[in-house]
Protein backbone atom coordinates (compact mmCIF):
# COMPACT_ATOMS: atom_id res chain seq x y z
CA UNK A 1 0.00 0.00 0.00
CA UNK A 2 1.13 3.44 -0.76
CA UNK A 3 0.85 6.29 1.06
CA UNK A 4 1.64 9.74 2.04
CA UNK A 5 2.13 10.46 5.85
CA UNK A 6 3.72 12.90 8.58
CA UNK A 7 6.74 11.63 10.03
CA UNK A 8 6.93 11.67 13.78
CA UNK A 9 10.62 13.41 13.24
CA UNK A 10 8.66 16.53 12.06
CA UNK A 11 8.27 16.64 8.46
CA UNK A 12 5.49 16.27 6.05
CA UNK A 13 7.25 13.35 3.37
CA UNK A 14 5.77 14.86 0.52
CA UNK A 15 5.66 13.02 -2.60
CA UNK A 16 7.75 9.83 -0.76
CA UNK A 17 6.20 6.62 -1.81
CA UNK A 18 5.96 4.69 1.48
CA UNK A 19 5.77 0.88 1.92
CA UNK A 20 3.82 -0.73 4.80
CA UNK A 21 2.93 -4.38 5.90
CA UNK A 22 0.25 -5.13 8.38
CA UNK A 23 1.30 -7.87 10.68
CA UNK A 24 -2.33 -9.02 12.06
CA UNK A 25 -0.81 -10.65 15.07
CA UNK A 26 2.65 -10.81 16.42
CA UNK A 27 3.53 -14.43 17.38
CA UNK A 28 7.41 -14.57 18.05
CA UNK A 29 9.93 -12.28 19.80
CA UNK A 30 11.67 -10.60 17.14
CA UNK A 31 11.20 -9.40 13.56
CA UNK A 32 14.36 -10.05 11.50
CA UNK A 33 15.09 -7.05 9.41
CA UNK A 34 17.34 -7.86 5.76
CA UNK A 35 19.96 -5.42 5.31
CA UNK A 36 22.32 -4.79 2.29
CA UNK A 37 25.61 -3.01 3.24
CA UNK A 38 26.09 -0.03 1.51
CA UNK A 39 22.32 0.49 0.57
CA UNK A 40 20.90 3.55 1.11
CA UNK A 41 19.25 4.17 4.32
CA UNK A 42 15.88 4.78 5.33
CA UNK A 43 13.56 5.10 8.08
CA UNK A 44 11.01 2.75 9.11
CA UNK A 45 8.02 3.32 11.61
CA UNK A 46 6.44 0.71 13.82
CA UNK A 47 2.88 1.28 14.69
CA UNK A 48 0.53 0.07 17.64
CA UNK A 49 -2.95 0.90 16.38
CA UNK A 50 -2.11 4.68 15.79
CA UNK A 51 1.01 5.22 18.26
CA UNK A 52 4.74 4.67 16.95
CA UNK A 53 6.14 2.33 18.58
CA UNK A 54 9.84 2.95 17.44
CA UNK A 55 11.16 4.57 14.36
CA UNK A 56 14.87 2.88 13.42
CA UNK A 57 17.30 3.39 9.96
CA UNK A 58 17.97 0.79 8.24
CA UNK A 59 20.36 0.21 5.08
CA UNK A 60 17.42 -2.09 3.75
CA UNK A 61 17.79 -5.17 1.31
CA UNK A 62 15.52 -4.72 -1.33
CA UNK A 63 15.86 -7.38 -3.71
CA UNK A 64 17.14 -11.28 -3.16
CA UNK A 65 20.59 -10.04 -2.03
CA UNK A 66 20.97 -9.48 1.39
CA UNK A 67 24.45 -9.83 3.59
CA UNK A 68 22.11 -10.38 7.38
CA UNK A 69 19.76 -9.47 8.81
CA UNK A 70 19.35 -7.58 12.01
CA UNK A 71 16.82 -7.82 14.80
CA UNK A 72 14.02 -5.46 16.36
CA UNK A 73 12.57 -7.05 19.87
CA UNK A 74 8.40 -7.24 19.41
CA UNK A 75 7.89 -9.54 22.29
CA UNK A 76 5.73 -7.29 24.08
CA UNK A 77 3.43 -6.64 21.31
CA UNK A 78 2.64 -10.53 20.75
CA UNK A 79 -1.23 -10.53 20.25
CA UNK A 80 -1.37 -7.15 18.92
CA UNK A 81 -1.26 -6.08 15.21
CA UNK A 82 1.85 -3.77 14.00
CA UNK A 83 2.30 -1.97 10.92
CA UNK A 84 5.50 -1.65 9.60
CA UNK A 85 6.14 1.87 7.27
CA UNK A 86 8.91 1.76 4.77
CA UNK A 87 9.53 5.17 4.48
CA UNK A 88 10.90 4.83 0.81
CA UNK A 89 10.85 1.66 -0.97
CA UNK A 90 11.98 1.14 -4.98
CA UNK A 91 9.22 -0.19 -7.17
CA UNK A 92 9.24 -3.65 -6.86
CA UNK A 93 11.09 -4.12 -3.51
CA UNK A 94 11.22 -7.73 -2.08
CA UNK A 95 12.09 -6.57 1.86
CA UNK A 96 8.83 -7.83 2.81
CA UNK A 97 9.80 -11.36 1.41
CA UNK A 98 13.10 -11.13 3.10
CA UNK A 99 11.77 -10.83 6.80
CA UNK A 100 12.48 -12.90 9.31
CA UNK A 101 10.39 -13.82 12.13
CA UNK A 102 11.85 -16.06 15.50
CA UNK A 103 12.32 -16.48 18.99
CA UNK A 104 15.85 -16.66 18.43
CA UNK A 105 18.20 -13.71 18.66
CA UNK A 106 19.57 -14.37 15.45
CA UNK A 107 18.78 -16.06 12.50
CA UNK A 108 21.58 -15.87 9.91
CA UNK A 109 24.09 -18.99 9.73
CA UNK A 110 27.81 -19.08 10.07
CA UNK A 111 27.47 -16.35 13.19
CA UNK A 112 30.79 -15.70 14.49
CA UNK A 113 32.38 -17.94 11.62
CA UNK A 114 33.03 -14.46 9.63
CA UNK A 115 36.63 -14.06 8.04
CA UNK A 116 37.60 -11.10 10.09
CA UNK A 117 35.85 -11.64 13.40
CA UNK A 118 38.00 -10.81 15.77
CA UNK A 119 38.66 -14.42 18.04
CA UNK A 120 39.31 -13.19 21.71
CA UNK A 121 37.68 -9.98 21.55
CA UNK A 122 34.15 -9.13 21.98
CA UNK A 123 32.09 -7.79 19.24
CA UNK A 124 28.47 -7.78 18.31
CA UNK A 125 26.23 -10.57 16.90
CA UNK A 126 25.30 -7.49 14.66
CA UNK A 127 25.79 -4.13 13.41
CA UNK A 128 27.88 -1.34 14.81
CA UNK A 129 29.62 -1.11 18.40
CA UNK A 130 31.62 1.57 20.26
CA UNK A 131 32.28 2.91 23.92
CA UNK A 132 31.89 0.51 26.75
CA UNK A 133 28.99 1.25 29.21
CA UNK A 134 27.55 0.66 32.20
CA UNK A 135 29.89 -2.11 33.33
CA UNK A 136 29.13 -3.54 36.56
CA UNK A 137 29.66 -7.27 38.36
CA UNK A 138 26.60 -8.30 40.22
CA UNK A 139 25.99 -12.36 41.58
CA UNK A 140 28.42 -14.08 39.54
CA UNK A 141 28.10 -12.05 36.33
CA UNK A 142 29.81 -8.92 34.59
CA UNK A 143 27.66 -6.91 32.42
CA UNK A 144 28.68 -5.00 29.67
CA UNK A 145 26.59 -2.22 27.78
CA UNK A 146 28.04 -1.00 24.77
CA UNK A 147 27.00 1.73 22.20
CA UNK A 148 25.13 -0.12 19.49
CA UNK A 149 23.82 0.84 15.90
CA UNK A 150 21.51 -2.66 15.40
CA UNK A 151 20.57 -2.50 12.01
CA UNK A 152 23.82 -0.84 10.58
CA UNK A 153 27.55 -1.04 10.79
CA UNK A 154 28.10 2.88 10.54
CA UNK A 155 27.90 5.18 13.51
CA UNK A 156 25.29 7.40 13.67
CA UNK A 157 22.77 9.32 16.10
CA UNK A 158 19.38 8.40 15.13
CA UNK A 159 19.40 5.51 16.03
CA UNK A 160 21.98 5.17 18.96
CA UNK A 161 20.66 2.31 21.92
CA UNK A 162 22.48 -0.11 24.86
CA UNK A 163 23.39 -3.03 23.64
CA UNK A 164 24.27 -5.72 26.32
CA UNK A 165 25.98 -8.65 26.89
CA UNK A 166 27.21 -11.02 30.55
CA UNK A 167 30.18 -13.07 31.02
CA UNK A 168 31.51 -14.94 34.50
CA UNK A 169 35.06 -14.99 33.44
CA UNK A 170 35.93 -11.65 31.63
CA UNK A 171 36.43 -14.26 28.27
CA UNK A 172 33.11 -15.63 27.07
CA UNK A 173 30.56 -12.84 26.50
CA UNK A 174 26.63 -13.81 25.89
CA UNK A 175 25.12 -10.86 23.61
CA UNK A 176 21.23 -10.55 25.31
CA UNK A 177 18.70 -8.25 23.67
CA UNK A 178 18.96 -4.35 23.02
CA UNK A 179 18.93 -2.98 26.64
CA UNK A 180 18.00 0.77 26.41
CA UNK A 181 16.19 1.68 23.37
CA UNK A 182 16.27 5.66 22.13
CA UNK A 183 12.81 7.33 23.32
CA UNK A 184 10.91 10.71 22.92
CA UNK A 185 13.91 12.28 24.64
CA UNK A 186 16.60 11.42 22.16
CA UNK A 187 19.11 8.36 21.73
CA UNK A 188 21.13 7.12 24.40
CA UNK A 189 24.85 7.95 24.37
CA UNK A 190 27.08 7.03 27.15
CA UNK A 191 26.52 6.45 30.35
CA UNK A 192 27.57 3.91 33.47
CA UNK A 193 25.76 1.13 36.21
CA UNK A 194 25.52 1.25 39.74
CA UNK A 195 24.15 -0.75 42.34
CA UNK A 196 21.86 0.93 44.71
CA UNK A 197 22.52 -0.97 47.99
CA UNK A 198 20.77 1.12 50.19
CA UNK A 199 17.87 1.60 47.92
CA UNK A 200 18.50 5.34 47.78
CA UNK A 201 16.33 6.21 44.29
CA UNK A 202 13.74 4.31 45.86
CA UNK A 203 13.54 1.67 42.79
CA UNK A 204 12.77 -1.23 44.91
CA UNK A 205 9.69 -1.12 46.44
CA UNK A 206 9.97 -5.08 48.09
CA UNK A 207 13.37 -4.52 49.37
CA UNK A 208 14.58 -8.31 51.11
CA UNK A 209 16.94 -7.67 53.74
CA UNK A 210 19.87 -10.21 55.11
CA UNK A 211 20.22 -10.99 58.57
CA UNK A 212 23.04 -8.07 58.43
CA UNK A 213 20.04 -5.42 57.34
CA UNK A 214 21.92 -5.79 54.02
CA UNK A 215 19.88 -5.50 50.43
CA UNK A 216 19.59 -8.48 48.68
CA UNK A 217 17.44 -7.21 46.14
CA UNK A 218 19.18 -4.14 45.10
CA UNK A 219 17.98 -2.17 42.04
CA UNK A 220 20.74 -1.84 39.00
CA UNK A 221 20.62 1.61 37.82
CA UNK A 222 22.15 2.71 34.86
CA UNK A 223 22.67 6.76 34.21
CA UNK A 224 22.59 7.53 30.26
CA UNK A 225 23.34 10.89 28.03
CA UNK A 226 19.71 11.33 26.04
CA UNK A 227 20.53 12.98 22.98
CA UNK A 228 17.01 14.80 21.05
CA UNK A 229 17.30 16.51 17.68
CA UNK A 230 19.59 15.21 14.54
CA UNK A 231 21.01 19.16 14.27
CA UNK A 232 21.23 20.89 16.76
CA UNK A 233 21.11 18.35 19.20
CA UNK A 234 20.22 18.96 23.32
CA UNK A 235 21.72 16.49 25.97
CA UNK A 236 20.25 15.73 29.29
CA UNK A 237 21.22 13.07 31.82
CA UNK A 238 18.62 10.17 32.48
CA UNK A 239 18.38 6.90 34.52
CA UNK A 240 16.57 3.36 33.83
CA UNK A 241 16.63 0.81 36.63
CA UNK A 242 16.36 -3.11 36.80
CA UNK A 243 14.72 -5.15 39.39
CA UNK A 244 15.68 -8.24 37.45
CA UNK A 245 19.89 -8.63 37.99
CA UNK A 246 19.95 -6.12 35.06
CA UNK A 247 17.76 -8.23 32.07
CA UNK A 248 14.91 -6.00 31.70
CA UNK A 249 14.63 -2.33 32.26
CA UNK A 250 12.44 0.61 32.79
CA UNK A 251 13.16 4.32 32.16
CA UNK A 252 12.06 6.79 35.08
CA UNK A 253 9.27 8.98 34.57
CA UNK A 254 10.97 11.85 35.42
CA UNK A 255 14.21 11.69 32.73
CA UNK A 256 15.86 13.62 32.16
CA UNK A 257 17.17 13.96 35.94
CA UNK A 258 20.02 16.48 34.95
CA UNK A 259 18.94 19.04 32.32
CA UNK A 260 21.38 20.12 29.53
CA UNK A 261 23.69 22.39 31.02
CA UNK A 262 23.94 24.80 28.04
CA UNK A 263 27.81 24.41 27.48
CA UNK A 264 28.54 22.31 25.36
CA UNK A 265 27.94 18.16 24.70
CA UNK A 266 27.86 17.70 28.67
CA UNK A 267 27.69 13.69 28.29
CA UNK A 268 28.78 10.40 29.41
CA UNK A 269 27.78 10.20 33.42
CA UNK A 270 30.15 8.15 35.00
CA UNK A 271 28.56 7.33 38.60
CA UNK A 272 30.09 6.04 41.87
CA UNK A 273 28.84 5.80 45.26
CA UNK A 274 30.96 8.06 48.14
CA UNK A 275 31.39 7.69 51.68
CA UNK A 276 29.45 5.52 53.93
CA UNK A 277 25.75 4.57 54.01
CA UNK A 278 24.81 7.37 56.64
CA UNK A 279 26.45 10.06 55.53
CA UNK A 280 27.69 8.99 51.80
CA UNK A 281 26.08 9.98 48.34
CA UNK A 282 26.29 9.96 44.64
CA UNK A 283 29.32 11.27 42.82
CA UNK A 284 28.77 12.33 39.05
CA UNK A 285 31.97 13.21 36.60
CA UNK A 286 30.85 14.42 33.48
CA UNK A 287 32.24 15.68 30.46
CA UNK A 288 31.52 19.27 29.37
CA UNK A 289 33.38 20.31 26.27
CA UNK A 290 36.57 20.77 25.14
CA UNK A 291 39.06 19.38 27.81
CA UNK A 292 36.43 20.28 30.20
CA UNK A 293 34.65 18.54 33.29
CA UNK A 294 32.20 18.92 36.14
CA UNK A 295 31.62 16.91 39.30
CA UNK A 296 27.99 16.60 40.49
CA UNK A 297 26.53 14.91 43.67
CA UNK A 298 23.09 13.27 44.34
CA UNK A 299 21.75 11.70 47.52
CA UNK A 300 19.04 9.92 45.47
CA UNK A 301 20.26 9.34 42.07
CA UNK A 302 17.25 11.46 40.89
CA UNK A 303 18.38 14.92 42.02
CA UNK A 304 21.56 16.45 41.20
CA UNK A 305 24.05 19.71 42.60
CA UNK A 306 27.17 21.18 40.50
CA UNK A 307 30.18 20.55 43.13
CA UNK A 308 33.07 21.65 40.92
CA UNK A 309 34.81 21.85 37.72
CA UNK A 310 38.12 19.91 36.35
CA UNK A 311 39.57 21.59 33.60
CA UNK A 312 43.25 20.94 31.34
CA UNK A 313 43.12 17.13 31.79
CA UNK A 314 44.66 16.89 28.40
CA UNK A 315 41.57 15.04 25.99
CA UNK A 316 37.83 15.08 26.50
CA UNK A 317 34.83 12.43 26.64
CA UNK A 318 34.10 9.77 29.14
CA UNK A 319 35.32 10.27 32.15
CA UNK A 320 35.85 7.65 35.18
CA UNK A 321 37.16 8.70 38.81
CA UNK A 322 38.55 6.04 40.49
CA UNK A 323 40.54 5.63 43.73
CA UNK A 324 43.42 3.50 43.91
CA UNK A 325 45.62 1.63 46.68
CA UNK A 326 49.32 2.26 45.60
CA UNK A 327 51.21 -0.60 44.69
CA UNK A 328 54.09 -0.27 46.18
CA UNK A 329 53.07 2.06 49.36
CA UNK A 330 50.97 0.57 51.60
CA UNK A 331 48.27 2.18 53.34
CA UNK A 332 48.43 4.97 50.55
CA UNK A 333 45.42 5.59 48.52
CA UNK A 334 45.48 8.32 45.11
CA UNK A 335 42.92 9.03 42.80
CA UNK A 336 42.75 9.00 39.19
CA UNK A 337 40.89 11.24 37.33
CA UNK A 338 40.36 9.48 33.42
CA UNK A 339 39.38 10.84 30.13
CA UNK A 340 38.81 8.95 27.06
CA UNK A 341 41.77 9.10 25.32
CA UNK A 342 43.58 7.02 28.19
CA UNK A 343 44.76 10.27 29.33
CA UNK A 344 44.91 10.99 33.40
CA UNK A 345 45.91 12.73 36.38
CA UNK A 346 46.55 11.43 39.78
CA UNK A 347 45.50 13.28 43.16
CA UNK A 348 43.00 13.75 45.91
CA UNK A 349 39.51 13.70 45.76
CA UNK A 350 37.53 15.17 49.19
CA UNK A 351 33.99 14.23 47.65
CA UNK A 352 33.86 17.82 46.26
CA UNK A 353 36.54 19.09 44.53
CA UNK A 354 39.58 16.84 42.66
CA UNK A 355 43.02 18.22 43.00
CA UNK A 356 45.39 16.67 41.10
CA UNK A 357 48.94 16.45 41.67
CA UNK A 358 50.36 15.33 38.15
CA UNK A 359 49.86 16.74 35.06
CA UNK A 360 48.11 15.16 32.38
CA UNK A 361 49.57 11.62 31.89
CA UNK A 362 48.41 8.38 29.78
CA UNK A 363 49.31 5.00 29.47
CA UNK A 364 47.42 3.79 27.01
CA UNK A 365 49.27 4.93 23.35
CA UNK A 366 46.45 3.55 20.63
CA UNK A 367 44.48 5.07 18.33
CA UNK A 368 42.63 2.77 18.37
CA UNK A 369 41.86 2.67 22.58
CA UNK A 370 39.10 4.61 23.32
CA UNK A 371 36.66 5.38 25.96
CA UNK A 372 37.81 3.23 28.33
CA UNK A 373 35.83 2.57 31.70
CA UNK A 374 35.85 0.25 34.85
CA UNK A 375 33.44 -2.06 36.21
CA UNK A 376 31.67 -0.97 39.36
CA UNK A 377 30.73 -3.13 42.67
CA UNK A 378 33.81 -5.83 42.25
CA UNK A 379 34.05 -7.55 45.15
CA UNK A 380 36.19 -6.60 47.98
CA UNK A 381 37.86 -9.87 47.94
CA UNK A 382 38.89 -9.48 44.47
CA UNK A 383 39.67 -5.92 44.29
CA UNK A 384 40.79 -5.36 40.86
CA UNK A 385 40.33 -2.33 38.92
CA UNK A 386 39.02 -3.79 36.04
CA UNK A 387 38.91 -1.57 32.38
CA UNK A 388 37.51 -2.79 29.16
CA UNK A 389 37.97 -0.24 26.21
CA UNK A 390 36.78 0.39 22.44
CA UNK A 391 38.99 -1.16 19.86
CA UNK A 392 38.17 0.86 17.07
CA UNK A 393 39.43 -0.53 13.43
CA UNK A 394 37.82 -1.71 10.14
CA UNK A 395 35.80 -4.24 9.12
CA UNK A 396 35.40 -4.24 5.58
CA UNK A 397 32.35 -6.12 4.08
CA UNK A 398 31.35 -7.65 7.83
CA UNK A 399 27.87 -7.89 9.06
CA UNK A 400 29.40 -6.46 12.75
CA UNK A 401 32.07 -3.49 12.97
CA UNK A 402 33.97 -2.49 15.82
CA UNK A 403 35.24 -4.79 18.65
CA UNK A 404 36.00 -4.04 22.84
CA UNK A 405 39.87 -4.33 23.81
CA UNK A 406 41.34 -7.17 26.08
CA UNK A 407 39.57 -6.65 30.13
CA UNK A 408 42.20 -4.87 31.75
CA UNK A 409 43.64 -5.12 35.20
CA UNK A 410 44.59 -0.88 35.87
CA UNK A 411 47.45 -0.08 38.86
CA UNK A 412 49.02 2.36 40.53
CA UNK A 413 52.74 2.97 41.36
CA UNK A 414 55.24 5.14 42.65
CA UNK A 415 58.10 5.72 40.31
CA UNK A 416 60.79 7.73 40.07
CA UNK A 417 59.30 10.15 38.06
CA UNK A 418 56.04 9.95 40.33
CA UNK A 419 52.68 8.21 40.44
CA UNK A 420 52.27 6.48 37.20
CA UNK A 421 49.16 3.58 36.22
CA UNK A 422 50.02 0.12 34.71
CA UNK A 423 47.89 -1.49 32.54
CA UNK A 424 48.07 -5.46 31.68
CA UNK A 425 45.63 -8.01 30.71
CA UNK A 426 43.29 -9.83 33.32
CA UNK A 427 44.64 -12.98 34.51
CA UNK A 428 41.07 -14.58 33.10
CA UNK A 429 42.98 -14.25 28.91
CA UNK A 430 45.56 -16.84 30.13
CA UNK A 431 42.63 -19.55 29.98
CA UNK A 432 42.60 -19.31 26.25
CA UNK A 433 45.91 -20.07 25.90
CA UNK A 434 45.53 -23.73 24.55
CA UNK A 435 48.68 -24.85 22.82
CA UNK A 436 52.11 -23.58 22.59
CA UNK A 437 53.02 -22.54 19.01
CA UNK A 438 56.55 -21.55 19.72
CA UNK A 439 59.38 -21.81 22.70
CA UNK A 440 62.85 -20.54 22.56
CA UNK A 441 65.35 -19.83 26.05
CA UNK A 442 68.48 -18.52 25.54
CA UNK A 443 69.46 -20.49 28.52
CA UNK A 444 68.37 -24.17 27.06
CA UNK A 445 70.52 -24.66 23.92
CA UNK A 446 67.81 -27.32 22.91
CA UNK A 447 65.69 -24.77 21.26
CA UNK A 448 66.38 -22.63 18.15
CA UNK A 449 65.32 -19.31 17.04
CA UNK A 450 64.11 -19.09 14.13
CA UNK A 451 63.70 -16.15 11.68
CA UNK A 452 59.95 -16.82 10.71
CA UNK A 453 57.50 -18.88 12.88
CA UNK A 454 54.30 -19.63 11.48
CA UNK A 455 51.28 -18.96 12.58
CA UNK A 456 47.52 -20.59 11.40
CA UNK A 457 45.04 -18.50 9.32
CA UNK A 458 43.05 -16.67 11.33
CA UNK A 459 45.13 -17.89 14.53
CA UNK A 460 44.62 -15.40 17.32
CA UNK A 461 48.18 -15.45 19.33
CA UNK A 462 49.57 -14.39 22.92
CA UNK A 463 53.28 -13.75 22.66
CA UNK A 464 55.37 -13.38 25.80
CA UNK A 465 59.00 -11.87 24.57
CA UNK A 466 62.34 -11.00 26.94
CA UNK A 467 64.64 -9.00 25.70
CA UNK A 468 68.05 -8.36 26.91
CA UNK A 469 68.86 -5.07 24.96
CA UNK A 470 72.94 -4.97 23.38
CA UNK A 471 73.43 -1.47 22.85
CA UNK A 472 76.89 -1.72 22.28
CA UNK A 473 77.80 0.20 18.90
CA UNK A 474 74.47 2.73 19.17
CA UNK A 475 75.04 5.21 16.75
CA UNK A 476 77.93 3.84 14.89
CA UNK A 477 76.14 0.95 13.17
CA UNK A 478 72.79 1.83 12.36
CA UNK A 479 71.39 -1.74 11.63
CA UNK A 480 71.91 -2.55 15.27
CA UNK A 481 70.04 0.09 16.74
CA UNK A 482 66.65 -1.25 16.20
CA UNK A 483 64.53 -4.42 17.38
CA UNK A 484 62.21 -5.21 14.46
CA UNK A 485 59.50 -8.11 14.37
CA UNK A 486 56.89 -8.35 11.91
CA UNK A 487 53.35 -9.52 12.85
CA UNK A 488 51.27 -10.56 10.22
CA UNK A 489 52.51 -7.92 8.06
CA UNK A 490 51.95 -5.17 11.11
CA UNK A 491 55.77 -4.15 11.88
CA UNK A 492 56.82 -3.88 15.91
CA UNK A 493 60.34 -1.48 16.47
CA UNK A 494 61.70 -0.85 19.56
CA UNK A 495 64.52 1.63 19.00
CA UNK A 496 67.75 1.36 21.20
CA UNK A 497 68.46 4.88 21.65
CA UNK A 498 65.54 6.62 22.34
CA UNK A 499 63.33 4.09 23.79
CA UNK A 500 60.47 4.45 21.90
CA UNK A 501 58.23 1.27 21.02
CA UNK A 502 56.36 1.19 17.82
CA UNK A 503 54.02 -0.38 16.36
CA UNK A 504 52.30 0.68 12.91
CA UNK A 505 51.91 4.55 13.27
CA UNK A 506 52.03 4.69 16.98
CA UNK A 507 54.22 4.66 19.60
CA UNK A 508 55.21 5.47 23.38
CA UNK A 509 58.11 5.82 24.77
CA UNK A 510 59.52 3.16 27.32
CA UNK A 511 61.18 4.05 31.03
CA UNK A 512 64.52 2.99 29.77
CA UNK A 513 65.91 -0.31 31.12
CA UNK A 514 68.21 -3.32 30.35
CA UNK A 515 65.39 -5.71 30.30
CA UNK A 516 62.36 -5.46 28.09
CA UNK A 517 59.59 -7.59 28.71
CA UNK A 518 56.75 -7.47 25.61
CA UNK A 519 53.41 -9.16 26.46
CA UNK A 520 51.71 -8.55 22.43
CA UNK A 521 48.18 -10.28 21.54
CA UNK A 522 47.10 -10.70 17.71
CA UNK A 523 43.58 -11.19 16.77
CA UNK A 524 42.35 -11.03 13.58
CA UNK A 525 41.79 -6.95 12.92
CA UNK A 526 44.59 -5.79 16.00
CA UNK A 527 47.77 -5.74 18.10
CA UNK A 528 47.65 -4.81 21.81
CA UNK A 529 51.05 -4.14 22.85
CA UNK A 530 52.15 -3.97 27.19
CA UNK A 531 55.95 -3.14 27.58
CA UNK A 532 57.27 -4.02 30.95
CA UNK A 533 54.13 -5.59 33.01
CA UNK A 534 51.74 -2.42 31.24
CA UNK A 535 53.72 0.76 31.56
CA UNK A 536 53.14 1.27 28.34
CA UNK A 537 49.92 -0.24 26.55
CA UNK A 538 49.67 0.06 22.23
CA UNK A 539 46.58 -0.46 21.06
CA UNK A 540 46.62 -1.21 16.89
CA UNK A 541 44.08 -2.20 14.42
CA UNK A 542 44.88 -4.09 11.26
CA UNK A 543 42.79 -5.59 8.41
CA UNK A 544 43.93 -9.72 8.23
CA UNK A 545 45.04 -9.79 4.51
CA UNK A 546 44.45 -13.63 4.43
CA UNK A 547 46.36 -14.59 0.95
CA UNK A 548 49.19 -13.56 2.39
CA UNK A 549 51.73 -16.16 4.64
CA UNK A 550 50.72 -15.70 8.33
CA UNK A 551 54.03 -15.28 10.09
CA UNK A 552 56.21 -13.72 12.41
CA UNK A 553 59.45 -12.86 11.17
CA UNK A 554 62.91 -11.26 13.36
CA UNK A 555 65.86 -10.64 11.77
CA UNK A 556 69.01 -11.41 12.86
CA UNK A 557 70.65 -8.69 15.19
CA UNK A 558 66.97 -8.75 16.87
CA UNK A 559 66.87 -12.51 17.21
CA UNK A 560 70.06 -11.66 18.98
CA UNK A 561 68.50 -9.31 21.87
CA UNK A 562 65.73 -12.17 22.69
CA UNK A 563 66.23 -13.64 26.21
CA UNK A 564 62.79 -15.87 25.67
CA UNK A 565 59.89 -15.75 23.83
CA UNK A 566 56.49 -18.24 24.12
CA UNK A 567 53.79 -18.08 20.98
CA UNK A 568 50.53 -19.53 22.50
CA UNK A 569 48.02 -20.30 19.94
CA UNK A 570 44.55 -19.03 21.63
CA UNK A 571 41.43 -20.88 22.09
CA UNK A 572 38.32 -19.00 20.41
CA UNK A 573 35.65 -17.08 22.47
CA UNK A 574 32.85 -17.79 20.20
Not at 160 to 188: C, F, N, Y
Not at 441 to 457: C, F, H, P, W, Y
Request: aromatic fraction near 12%; glycine fraction near 8%; charged fraction near 25%.
Amino acid sequence: MNKVYASSRGEMLKDTVSDTLVIHQIKKDYIHFPVKIGSPKTWIQIKLKDSIVQEIEVPLATSDTVDYHSRFEVAPYKGHMLQLIVEKSPEGSRWKDQLKYSNKLFVDKGMYKEALRPQIHFTPQRGWLNDPNGLFYFNGKYHMFFQHVPFSTTWDNTTMSWGHATSTDLVHWREHKVAIQPDKLGVAFSGSAVVDWYNTAGFQHKPILDSDGKLENPAIVVLYTTVSGRYNATYGQSIAYSLDQGISWTKYEGNPVLPYQKEGGDRDPKVFWYGDKTNGKWIMPLYIKDNSFSIFSSKDLKNWEKMSEIADLGCNECPDLIQFDVDNKPGIKKWVFWGGAGCYMVGDFDGIQFKPETSSLTVNYGGADYAGQTFSNIPKEDGRIIQISWLRGGYPGMPFSQAMTIPRELRLKETGDGYRLNSYPVQEINRLREKTLYQYDKANRKTLLRNEIELGKGQAVDIDLQLVLDRHGIGEEPHRDIFEMEILGQQLTYHLHTSILKIGALEAQVPKQQNLQLRIIVDRTSVEVFANGGEVALSHSFVSDFSKEQIIKINDFSKEQIQYMKVYGMRSIW
